[in-house]
């Protein structure tokens, strides 16, 4: 395998696995809601506010890279805020994240992508640098999760990249 074929593959396969990450999530926020909902554990309140946080980062960070012909994602209507309703939300952005991953070529990853943080500063950086941050940041706020489902006793290893591999 080449390179060039190699590189989108590898977000092809962060975009399944993430999906199977967060597909086990909703299991979790389904049988142990009450853990979720529960306030003081991390910086953003609960662990669905953690998990509504992931959803609007990576609606911005799609937003910044979109290349598709439909419109980029739009910020999710959080409804209740409850994890059903981020069960629904996370389902419909990592369609449209497996999907955008999947189109990508090695051209377009390379490409230079000019966008402002949150403080309107600018930066430039290649594509594919911002997808690896994008997948990055979710990974490291799900082990905040993890920990939060530890405190209360949730047996939740369901993070293991290779577990995943190995079914593909």
């Known amino acids: 395998m080449s390179h060039s074929e190699l590189i989108p593959g590898m977000f092809h396969t962060l975009a399944w696995y993430n999906r199977q990450v967060n597909q ?5 926020a389904s049988k142990y ?7 003081g554990t991390t910086h953003f309140g609960s662990a669905t ?5 992931i959803v609007d980062s990576d609606v911005v960070w799609l937003r910044r890279l979109w290349l598709g012909v439909d419109p980029a994602p739009t910020a999710p209507d959080r409804g209740d805020g409850s994890p059903e309703r981020w069960s629904t939300v996370r389902e419909a952005l990592d369609s449209r994240i497996a999907a955008y991953c999947g189109g990508l070529t090695a051209e377009n990853l390379a490409e230079e992508v000019s966008y402002a943080n949150s403080a309107g500063t600018r930066y430039t950086q290649p594509r594919w640098q911002c997808l690896l941050h994008m997948f990055n940041h979710q990974t490291h706020h799900r082990g905040q999760i993890a920990q939060v489902l530890d405190e209360h006793g949730v047996t939740n290893d369901y993070s293991n990249l290779v577990w995943y591999l190995r079914d593909e």
């Open 24 to 28: 086990a999530i909703a299991e979790l």
């Open 33 to 39: 809601g009450e853990v979720f909902a529960r306030a």
């Open 49 to 53: 506010e953690l998990l509504f946080h």
